[in-house]
């Protein structure tokens, strides 16, 4: 039982309104016969979730850090959106404030809320969303679901015991063997010696010992085939349609550390390291002299420093979330004004002191014309001259990408400082539009080998300090200013030490296969527990296991989102829907907002409720005797490393694992057996709850992929035609239904989609030319003239012609040499086979518009299950990884090899 108590509770908690510390049997029969009771499944999501809504533009993820996040760089080169119609009045008259994000409502239920947001619900859970179209209408998804989930729970509970039981036996074995060898040293010993020595084997002067799991022998061991009887070592074999010959020379570099002894000190990462530190942004350059902030309508002379945090805002006035973002004014206006009392103040054409006071006076539209110039410049560069550029630019990064790590090359991730900016953070950041300042050499830490040659700081600098911490992964460090966070450099997601720490996360993810039971019998009966921080615990434990949520870290209100996890829960965050259905609706990681209908356990349903007893109400939490630090150490008691997350983790790769375990290697084709695979991912993402909101541009894909299918249906068409200009006996043979015009195709449809083709025609030659303008060009060759390409453009005019003729003669005559029926046949056949492959396509994208498969693939499934499908289902591995993936994921693929009994 727990022992926490008040005291334990942080201090803003204990001066709120605190759950009794003890619940009466009384009580606790009291709420049972409050509500009706169900057998309702539980565990399983209604709703598709979460809700992307009201969400702060944000950067691209940096690699700086300790975890991906978002850089906050404010950049002069931006993406075209949408112009305003008052694009020519000052920020004042343009400006259109956004909703902010609002977590609190007056209203209990988060469908009011959610109304008050003007935001949408996602649609609910379907049977199609799991790829099952055999559905029982007489059994709702959320059962079947439950069912399946519940299956798998139980499944999961038998290998624990028998995983448990393997290891007593054989710990008991290492015990009686260990006996013997003592009574042997007790006896007299008749065997003989050699060289005086004892029969133990000793590797550096130390005795070897059995390893007492499988966790700690090497991650593989070669193979070995039996060639006449004998035993022969196996190289391993590349991974199908990975061995590339211009990949064989890097594929021989490899550190193969899965192979490697395991050290026995883990805290020593490295012994040498060796590299040439950071690459810093480039010098700011001033703005032209015809190139002025206006400030009420005059034109005003800034300080260098101050020009250049207005040209960080100037820069990015097309996105609108940020720039008419109150906050992100507020905070921009704050800093420049500061500034530019700090650098000598604003001057006015006559040298007269302007003093600016208002933001709503200021107009940046000079500022923005001339970047948004410069930016459309840079697009409109010929492919030449951007690979030119290219070219320069990684020659001289070239010696930052790579350090010398214990003597081997490994690959830099993140080696760029990030240029000054205007900070713009995740969702509804407080922070936000406050000026990230430029980062100086004095201010980064650079940790690298004692014998190592320093690298050269930039002249006229000194870097802050040079340190030689081996038990540090990264490679240099400084602090940004916005939030006194740390950013590092470290290896890249394909080096060696990213890759062991992903072996080691899914490896712990493993040992939680072995003690899952106990785990879930234990919060099962504190469910019922005395005490109300046990309830608490177990109540939370339960959330984080069924439905994946993450624990949650309580924040600084001032400097950080109103983001919650589970056990920073408020009482408005969640709203109970008898009979065991609860509401979540919370900003969660990144600020994104996560809406979910889930069925829960009965007695989980009216703790909940408990816990948002009177005389709670907004603002108070709902687990107000737990926090994320004593919920990660009650974990602890059961394994070492134990916490919140790797229930995620566990609960994906072991239901991913159950599913692929069910197939059979059947005679279908490669899209089908990719689709299989999808599907028991899209399964995962939906009994783990790890999805997503549907993509703004679905249903543009979704309506080209169509318009695709329905043009190889066309073309399908004009050759039965054909077929029948060739022999119009073909009719009668064939009958006249397979002549027709499939029902999709109607005659406006076919119009629009000529109309398309003469166009994709008309680009694709005028593309071409251009490139071959460029390669004249490059080799000092007179360019093509006009009339060159107007000769080529005939061929589209043709094609428009021929159309226009089809359409009226309602004739389509044979195209090509040697028009036959046979060879139009085998045309058609083709288009069969394609429609089919994109009809599964479309299905598939459909089927993952909700659910994150990247992510859980990625993050959440062990990437050697993938491994076991390619190997079991001969699918090339890049059907399932992109290059940057297999190079994260060597590891995985190469300790796989060609095995495809393997288990999570």
């Not at 005059?298 to 720039?323: D, H, K, Q």
């Not at 659910?851 to 076991?868: F, H, W």
Request: glycine share 6%.
């Amino acid at each position: 039982m727990s022992s926490d108590s008040d005291d334990d509770m942080p201090l803003a908690r204990a001066n709120g309104k605190l759950s009794k510390a003890h619940i009466s049997k009384s009580e606790d029969k009291a709420m049972d016969q409050a509500g009706p009771s169900t057998s309702a499944p539980a565990g399983v999501s209604i709703r598709n979730g979460p809700v992307l809504e009201d969400r702060m533009d944000v950067d691209e993820p940096a690699t700086n850090g300790k975890r991906k996040s978002r850089s906050s760089i404010s950049k002069p080169v931006y993406k075209d959106e949408e112009d305003s119609d008052d694009d020519d009045a000052p920020m004042s008259k343009r400006q259109k404030t956004s909703k902010a994000i609002q977590s609190d409502s007056d209203d209990e239920t988060p469908l009011a809320a959610a109304k008050k947001r003007g935001g949408k619900l996602p649609p609910k859970a379907t049977a199609a969303d799991i790829g099952d179209d055999e559905s029982s209408d007489d059994e709702p998804l959320t059962t079947k679901l439950a069912k399946e989930k519940a299956a798998i729970e139980k499944k999961a509970e038998k290998e624990a015991k028998a995983i448990r039981a393997k290891e007593s036996k054989a710990k008991a074995t290492k015990k009686v063997k260990k006996e013997d060898s003592d009574n042997e040293d007790v006896k007299p010993k008749n065997k003989r010696k050699t060289n005086g020595t004892a029969s133990a084997k000793k590797t550096n002067g130390v005795k070897k010992v059995e390893p007492e799991s499988d966790s700690d022998v090497p991650l593989m061991k070669k193979p070995v085939k039996k060639i006449n009887g004998k035993v022969k070592p196996e190289e391993v074999s590349p991974k199908k349609g990975k061995g590339k010959k211009e990949d064989s020379e890097e594929a021989e570099e490899i550190y193969r550390w899965w192979d490697a002894p395991k050290k026995e000190d883990d805290s020593i990462k490295w012994e040498t390291l060796q590299h040439n530190g950071v690459i810093f942004p480039p010098a700011y350059e001033p703005l032209p002299k015809n190139v002025k902030l206006l400030y009420d309508g005059v034109p005003v002379t800034l300080s260098i420093e101050a020009e250049e945090i207005a040209g960080f805002f100037g820069a990015m006035l097309n996105s609108t979330l940020n720039v008419e973002n109150p906050t992100f004014q507020k905070n921009f206006f704050d800093d420049f004004t500061e500034e530019v009392k700090k650098t000598g103040g604003a001057q006015g054409p006559d040298g007269k002191k302007i003093d600016i006071k208002h933001f709503s006076k200021l107009d940046f539209k000079q500022i923005f014309s001339y970047y948004d110039g410069k930016s459309q410049a840079r697009k409109a560069r010929s492919t030449a001259e951007k690979k030119a550029e290219k070219a320069e630019r990684d020659l001289a990064e070239a010696p930052y990408t790579q350090c010398i790590w214990d003597g081997r090359k490994e690959q830099v991730g993140n080696f760029r400082v990030e240029p000054p900016g205007l900070f713009r953070g995740r969702g509804a950041h407080p922070k936000t539009g406050k000026v990230k300042r430029r980062v100086l050499p004095n201010q980064i830490t650079i940790n690298i080998g004692k014998d190592a040659t320093v690298p050269t700081p930039p002249e006229g600098y000194k870097w802050g300090k040079v340190q030689h911490d081996n038990k540090a992964t990264w490679l240099a460090m400084w602090q940004e200013n916005i939030n006194g966070a740390y950013k590092y450099v470290m290896l890249a997601a394909k080096s060696s030490v990213k890759g062991q720490s992903d072996y080691k996360k899914f490896e712990k993810a493993r040992g939680l296969k072995s003690h899952i039971d106990q785990i879930r019998k234990d919060y099962t009966r504190d469910l019922r527990a005395e005490l109300m921080a046990d309830r608490q615990r177990a109540t939370a434990v339960y959330l984080i296991d069924k439905l994946a949520l993450r624990a949650g870290n309580e924040k600084d209100g001032e400097n950080e989102a109103e983001t919650v996890g589970c056990c920073s829960l408020k009482y408005e965050h969640i709203t109970l829907k008898p009979p065991n259905t609860v509401i979540f609706d919370f900003l969660g990681k990144d600020s994104i907002r996560y809406y979910d209908e889930v069925v829960v356990d009965d007695k989980v349903f009216k703790n909940l409720k408990m816990f948002k007893r009177a005389p709670k109400k907004e603002g108070d939490d709902i687990f107000d005797r737990l926090t994320t630090t004593q919920l990660n150490k009650h974990l602890n008691s059961y394994m070492p490393g134990l916490s919140a997350k790797v229930f995620r983790t566990y609960n994906a790769s072991y239901t991913m694992s159950n599913l692929l375990t069910k197939l059979k290697d059947t005679n279908i084709t490669m899209q089908e057996k990719v689709k299989l695979y999808n599907d028991c991912n899209r399964k995962v993402a939906l009994l783990c709850n790890h999805k997503r909101t549907v993509g703004a541009s679905h249903e543009a894909q979704m309506e080209k992929m169509t318009d695709r299918i329905k043009g190889l249906q066309y073309q399908q068409w004009r050759f039965k035609q054909m077929i029948l200009d060739v022999d119009p006996k073909q009719k009668k043979k064939r009958g006249s239904e397979w002549f027709q015009l499939d029902s999709d195709l109607d005659q406006e449809w076919i119009l629009e989609h000529q109309a398309f083709l003469v166009q994709e025609m008309r680009t694709k030659i005028e593309k071409k030319f251009q490139k071959d303008n460029e390669k004249l060009a490059a080799e000092g060759s007179k360019e093509m003239k006009a009339k060159e390409l107007a000769e080529r453009l005939e061929v589209a005019d043709d094609l428009k012609k021929k159309f226009k003729k089809e359409n009226k003669t309602k004739k389509i005559e044979p195209e090509g040499k040697g028009a036959s029926v046979e060879k139009f046949e085998s045309s058609i056949e083709k288009l069969d086979a394609r429609i089919a492959t994109m009809r599964l396509q479309a299905e598939d994208r459909e089927g993952n518009k909700e659910v994150a498969l990247g992510t859980s693939k990625i993050n959440y499934i062990d990437p050697r299950l993938t491994v076991v499908f390619a190997n079991k289902f001969d699918v090339p591995i890049e059907k399932f990884f992109s290059k940057t993936l297999r190079e994260k994921f060597t590891w995985a693929i190469e300790s796989i090899g060609d095995d495809d009994a393997w288990e999570f």
